[in-house]
């Protein structure tokens, strides 16, 4: 059946792109402030949680990456640049007043949830009209509700 389908079933348009940039921004500033998070975390269970912070931002990067270069698949111009970042993004990274980790960790986890709401929102819009850019959201998704679980269980909820 798949040689029915017409080439312009699968649209590449500026909306993909808009929404890809937007991810990205929201990576790169969730992997700030996750290494803001690692550098400051304070108290008893500091180092875990400067740990899986480090962690997650290896694993946003590497998010980054991937969007960065799905963008670019599509003829399009990954916008990088930190006012870029600070424009594009539809999830607010917050910025720890201290080290203090009970609410370092809740807005992590209010930032995580915001993201799985917003790549499951996508991976539905897509759908069927760009195959390869849904299996790379589903995959960023993923880890972002493992991110979330792992916040979960050091917050202790």
Known sequence: MAQNASPQAFNHGPDVLTVLNR???NEMNT??????DSLVASGPDAHDVKEVMSDFVKQDFKHARKLAARIVDLEGMPELLPLNLQNNASIEA???????LKPMLKDALEHELQAVIEYTNQIQILSFTDPATRLLLEEIL?????QAEEIRHLFGV
Do not use: F, N, R
């Open 94 to 100: 917050h910025q720890p007043k201290d080290g203090t």
């Open 31 to 36: 992997m700030l402030m996750y290494m803001m």
């Open 142 to 146: 993923t880890d972002k509700e493992h």
């Open 23 to 25: 991810d990205l921004a």
